[in-house]
């Protein structure tokens, strides 16, 4: 029999509408599963089983009087522990925040919980969101189903494992610098950075200029499903888009005939990527070309978006840093104590420089943006990284190894997305990185969801 807990989104709510099984059936068949796994994949922060257990029952009961409440009746979903979940702690992977209960959901839980879907609990993260690797001081390492001896990456690294895994098929992660796409493309899941402003979000925290949060899953179709809840306008951000709701699943058929697509090889510099890595960017590009595409090699032509994001990077940490007494700070990760001190504070001027060549960054994309519907290229240099490696090498290569292919799309604030390829020669997962214009979501997915047809849907981890 097929393990409900691994049905997509799509699947269980159909299956909720014909009486093929219940809401509570499948939170249990979650809750089973993370029992299975958990501690040994370290992904869970906290299971509220009960309350889990309660609003599945609740979702039952609307399912047979033919009332849900909203297209993910009875869908389990995880929260990544960056972010606000009433009646629980946030404590940001972190032995300095505070343990007590919040009052309120964030904006995106609040999208989950209105459409309707069972949070399962809360997943982990690396401390404040800091790092690529998946391990922070309060809750240790999180490992990657595919091989626990690799990182899942970070910070989403709970929302990642959590998904490839199969603990439902919804998990909210955030993304700074690549902090949902890095994790998705090393757990061989999709994983969806919206366009800033998209998906509200509240409190903000240390990279509230260029941090997003948006959905991490196994599907495109239910990536954009999920996006549906999660971007609605919320007042407390102030950056929140006012659009009204729309219908994202049905934006993103996968047919890509005509488009214009770019192949890129740099972002401002030529960031690393291995043999694998460029094989699996050639694979979606000749699928996109089958379908009809208009692929082609270009550069964008942009500014050195690496030395702009280590200040933005760098000194939004630091910031956090000294608000800290000094008695709590030697409880920090050490990577993360030893880059505050590093960092110089810089001047207005500076800082205003730092703006400038964001803005730049922002420009050139949609320039190139004129020319081109979407482009792609690597998620990641490399498949995952050691889950136990010590962090000894300075901040700059960290980046290079972790998020070469990423941050500069923070910068932009463009959406940008990935989607599995496969497994390479040593089982583990390779994807892809689609990027689109700002605000245009929709195509983003679209062109996402045309490599996933082409090259089939990402299997589920042999955890």
Request: aromatic letters at 6%; a negative charge; charged letters at 20%.
């Amino acid at each position: 029999m097929t393990d409900l807990a691994t049905l997509s989104a799509a699947a269980l709510v159909a299956g909720y509408a014909r009486g093929a099984f219940s809401p509570r059936e499948v939170i249990r068949a979650c809750l089973e599963r993370i029992a299975r796994h958990e501690p040994s994949l370290n992904a869970m922060v906290l299971v509220d089983e009960a309350g889990a257990e309660r609003a599945a029952a609740e979702s039952e009961r609307r399912w047979l009087a033919g009332r849900p409440l909203g297209p993910l009746d009875g869908v389990p979903a995880t929260v990544k522990d960056l972010i606000d979940l009433a009646g629980f702690p946030t404590r940001r992977g972190s032995r300095v925040t505070d343990p007590a209960p919040v009052a309120q959901d964030a904006p995106s839980v609040v999208g989950l919980k209105a459409a309707g879907a069972v949070i399962l609990g809360k997943t982990t993260t690396t401390e404040f969101g800091w790092k690529s690797p998946g391990d922070c001081p309060l809750n240790g390492v999180t490992r990657n189903p595919w091989n626990t001896a690799a990182t899942p990456g970070g910070s989403s690294s709970g929302a990642g494992a959590a998904c490839a895994a199969g603990y439902g098929p919804l998990h909210v992660g955030t993304d700074a610098g690549g902090s949902i796409r890095i994790p998705a493309a090393w757990c061989g899941i999709v994983g969806l950075k919206p366009s800033f402003g998209r998906v509200p979000q509240w409190p903000l925290g240390a990279f509230a200029t260029v941090a997003v949060a948006g959905p991490m899953t196994r599907s495109v179709a239910d990536a954009a499903l999920m996006l549906g809840a999660m971007a609605r306008f919320d007042w407390r951000d102030p950056f929140a888009l006012p659009d009204p709701p729309a219908d994202w699943p049905g934006r993103i058929e996968p047919e890509v005939a005509g488009l214009r697509i770019a192949v890129v090889r740099r972002l401002g510099f030529a960031p690393p990527a291995d043999a694998a890595a460029w094989a699996a960017v050639e694979r979606a590009a000749a699928a996109l070309d089958e379908r009809g595409a208009i692929v082609e090699e270009a550069d964008p032509d942009l500014p050195d978006t690496r030395a702009v994001f280590v200040q933005v990077w760098s000194n939004a940490l630091a910031r956090l840093v000294d608000a800290l007494p000094e008695e709590k700070r030697a409880l920090l990760d050490p990577g993360l104590a030893a880059l505050a001190q590093r960092a110089q504070p810089i001047s207005a001027r500076a800082y205003l420089a730092v703006q400038a060549a964001t803005i730049e960054t922002a420009h050139g994309m949609a320039r190139f943006h004129r020319r081109f519907d979407a482009l792609l290229c690597p998620a990641v240099p490399q498949a995952a990284l050691p889950a136990d490696a010590p962090l000894i090498a300075p901040e700059e290569d960290l980046w290079q190894r972790w998020a070469p292919w990423t941050f500069a799309f923070n910068l932009s604030r463009q959406p940008a997305v990935t989607v599995p390829t496969g497994l390479d020669a040593d089982g583990l997962p390779r994807a892809v990185q689609v990027a689109a214009p700002l605000y245009a979501d929709a195509l983003a997915l679209r062109v996402a969801a045309a490599i996933e047809a082409a090259l089939g849907p990402p299997p589920l981890a042999p955890c």
